[in-house]
């Protein structure tokens, strides 16, 4: 019953109304994150995860990195049309290694530029191939701060993804314009002119500024996971992704749902009027093999199987 009560009124503030609740969301969602990287902070580091500084530099040149892709999947109508693109790792002695454990690595190493050079150039390579079989889909990357600044990657960028067979999106975190927003609000229009598409990933996740929010050329907004894994247990987190949808849909901004692992969150996000949904409910991030399965599949299936709860099965465990 909640999610049917939550609109309490902003509809008929207009954005000014909406804008006054966003600064006490935003309150509640840095310092629920606050709490959360105080505990990470005081976790001791694990040695095998430094060690692997020194084998990054040649990662790249060895192929030893990989991309997996998790789908997005329209919220009512059951549509997948595109996937987030993800970088994994698979060390030869290690074996497989998370992006927790090496990207900020490679942010301290100076090799994120490398890195998302190579992720853009793949992503485009899978894309096509991906095409070349009946699915279009637009392809999300994700775009580090500490390359999102630089004028020199951006004209790469652009140059790069001007050939790419379908639409690419970029994928920011909030904390990408801290570093030097000048150049990455000026980064950020440029691709936004070139029709790629910006995302905001992980909304919540950090400081949250509305002042920020109406800057960017952003036309996606995602929520962050650990408010959406509270959705059916937690009388706040309801209220809190209501007016973060309610927020987005003022400034022309779709909204997609991370991490939507069960059948109650999907059917309360629905009501909400959430637009995309991504999570383990609809798949695990899956190889390039696995999607082109996975998407044969929906295609076979009647229209309310693609609605259903029976995909997770079939994505791939390469995530």
Same mark, same amino acid.
């Given at each position: ?10 509809? *008929? ?52 990195? *990989? ?61 096509? @191939? ?31 993804? @001007?050939?790419? @067979? ?60 650990? *408010? ?65 399965? *996975? ?25």
């Amino acid at each position: 019953m909640l999610a049917l009560l939550i609109p309490f009124g902003l509809a *008929f503030g207009g954005l000014a109304a909406i804008g006054a609740v966003a600064g006490i969301v935003a309150a509640v969602l840095w310092r629920r994150q606050d709490a959360a990287r105080t505990s990470r902070e005081i976790a001791p580091a694990l040695p095998a995860v430094s060690s692997l500084a020194d084998d990054l530099s040649d990662a790249v040149t060895r192929n030893e990195f *990989f991309l997996v892709h998790q789908p997005k999947m329209r919220a009512r109508s059951g549509e997948v049309m595109a996937v987030e693109t993800l970088v994994r790792w698979r060390h030869p002695t290690r074996g497989l290694i998370g992006p927790n454990d090496f990207i900020a690595l490679a942010e301290e190493r100076g090799e994120m530029r490398r890195l998302t050079e190579y992720v853009i150039r793949q992503a485009i390579v899978e894309q096509a @191939s991906l095409a070349s079989c009946g699915h279009a889909l637009t392809f999300n990357v994700n775009i580090s701060a500490r390359v999102l600044p630089d004028r020199d990657f951006a004209e790469w960028a652009l140059a790069t993804v @001007s050939a790419a @067979s379908g639409p690419i999106g970029f994928e920011i975190t909030e904390t990408a314009m801290i570093a030097d927003p000048e150049g990455a609000l000026r980064n950020l229009h440029l691709f936004a002119d070139a029709g790629i598409k910006i995302a905001i990933d992980d909304y919540g996740a950090g400081l949250s500024s509305l002042a920020y929010l109406k800057q960017l050329p952003a036309h996606e907004l995602k929520i962050d996971r650990m *408010f959406i894994s509270g959705l059916s247990s937690s009388h706040r987190d309801p209220l809190l992704v209501r007016s973060t949808i309610d927020l987005a849909h003022a400034l022309d901004m779709e909204v997609t749902a991370e991490g939507v692992d069960s059948p109650a969150a999907l059917a309360l996000l629905k009501v909400m009027g959430c637009d995309v949904i991504q999570g383990f409910l609809i798949a695990m991030p899956m190889a390039l093999g696995d999607l082109r399965a *996975f998407l044969d599949a929906r295609e076979d299936a009647t229209p309310e199987a693609s609605l259903g709860f029976n995909w997770l099965g079939r994505a791939g465990r390469a995530g």
